[in-house]
T-cell receptor
Framework: GEDVEQSLFLSVREGDSSVINCTYT??????LYWYKQEPGAGLQLLTY?????DMKQDQRLTVLLNKKDKHLSLRIADTQTGDSAIYFC????????????FGKGTKLSVIP | NAGVMQNPRHLVRRRGQEARLRCSPM?????VYWYRQLPEEGLKFMVY????????ESGMPKERFSAEFPKEGPSILRIQQVVRGDSAAYFC???????????FGPGTRLTVT
């Protein structure tokens, strides 16, 4: 089955860029996802990337996918205090699988 | 368009009691998924349901846990005879029939005392 690893903490200054990294084991995922969880809240689907793409940009968010190294990253440009949250990387447990496997989450702290 | 609704948001049960967690999917979504999040952990898949059918319950504990998604009404995750280890956040997600992306509700935080 899929295994997803993330670093647990990241601290950046307001206005800087944040880069959150993720590695996964199952290269057959059709999509890979980034979710954001604010304290006491549910998961918000931030963005996702189709496995045959290597980059996707959506306003301040850039997702990079390196299939060879099984590495996924999320870059947040001009990080704001409202971006402080836990960010989860998730992959599918097999191509087209509905079972999402999540990393433990990266807690992003933005220093004003 | 309202998002995925879950209730209650917080639930406290004593050991041995039953917990019933409800999930109403987004309008137009007929697929429901339940996940459990233990403290400091990522979410773990529990069960996938469509209306009146359990499609995959491979992530559900074999005993005490059950799920349903009736023709009318919300999906229900039921935990009988709760134990302290059941304390967690339980998230429901939904998706439309032809889309892979899952949209999550706010979760129910279950505390077993």
């Amino acid at each position: 089955g899929e295994d997803v690893e993330q670093s647990l903490f990241l601290s950046v200054r307001e206005g800087d860029s944040s880069v959150i990294n993720c590695t996964y084991t199952d290269s057959s995922s059709t999509y890979l996802y980034w979710y954001k969880q604010e304290p006491g809240a549910g998961l918000q689907l931030l963005t996702y990337i189709f496995s045959n793409m290597d980059m996707k940009q959506d306003q301040r968010l850039t997702v990079l996918l390196n299939k060879k190294d099984k590495h996924l990253s999320l870059r947040i440009a001009d990080t704001q205090t409202g971006d402080s949250a836990i960010y989860f990387c998730a992959g599918e447990s097999g191509a087209g699988s509905y079972q999402l496997t999540f990393g433990k989450g990266t807690k992003l702290s933005v220093i004003p | 368009n309202a998002g995925v609704m879950q209730n209650p948001r917080h639930l406290v049960r004593r050991r041995g009691q039953e917990a019933r967690l409800r999930c109403s999917p987004m309008k137009g979504h007929s697929h429901v998924y339940w996940y459990r999040q233990l403290p400091e952990e990522g979410l773990k898949f529990m069960v996938y349901l469509q209306k009146e059918n359990i499609i995959d319950e491979s992530g559900m504990p074999k005993e005490r846990f059950s799920a349903e998604f009736p023709k009318e009404g919300p999906s229900i995750l039921r935990i009988q005879q709760v134990v302290r280890g059941d304390s967690a956040a339980y998230f429901c997600a939904s998706s439309p029939p032809v889309e892979a992306q899952q949209y999550f509700g706010p979760g129910t935080r279950l505390t077993v005392t």
